[in-house]
């Protein structure tokens, strides 16, 4: 992925260059942007990060607006959003939690479901309510009150099986 981002950044550079090089204040603070995340990616980074990276608002702002060069606009907007996507990656690596696996957790939830006892399972279900809370921080709350429901409603309805059937829950 980093090779590919930085192709794009490269060539969002190249293309805002010559705007820069007159001195546009907008492109000269997108070129500036544009560098940190150059060096973001390939791992050199020498200074923070210049603020909140606003170079896709800005190119839409000075680029689209008026139709003067909508794929350059884009092109800073899909860079901004993989940089940034980049960076939350490695705010979690860096932070020791594990990034999980959309896949891996509904086999985790399936799993937990078919094991365990109704209480047991509402009270997982706020176990990884508050795992997916924490690891997944850009998702809302309600994913983990989604997760608390989902896992009360998959206990009351094996129980309501169960017991129909005559088997023991457990």
Do not use: K
């Amino acid at each position: 992925m980093s090779e590919a981002l930085l192709a794009r950044i490269d060539s969002a550079l190249a293309q805002i260059e010559p705007i820069a090089s007159h001195s546009f204040g907008p492109a000269l603070s997108i070129r500036r942007q544009l560098q940190w995340c150059r060096d973001f990616v390939c791992g050199v980074t020498r200074e923070s990060m210049p603020g909140a990276l606003t170079m896709g608002l800005i190119a839409v702002r000075e680029f689209d607006m008026y139709g003067d060069r909508p794929e350059l606009a884009s092109l800073i907007n899909d860079v901004q959003r993989l940089v940034e996507e980049e960076m939350r990656r490695v705010r979690l690596e860096r932070s020791g939690i594990p990034t999980l696996n959309m896949d891996e957790l509904f086999i985790f939830i399936v799993q937990l479901v078919l094991s365990l006892r109704m209480g047991l399972v509402l009270t997982c279900a706020i176990a990884v309510a508050a795992v997916l809370n924490y690891a997944f921080a850009e998702l809302s709350r309600w994913v983990g009150i989604a997760m608390i429901v989902i896992g009360f409603v998959a206990g009351l309805y094996w129980e309501f099986c169960c017991r129909r059937s005559g088997r023991d829950p457990s």
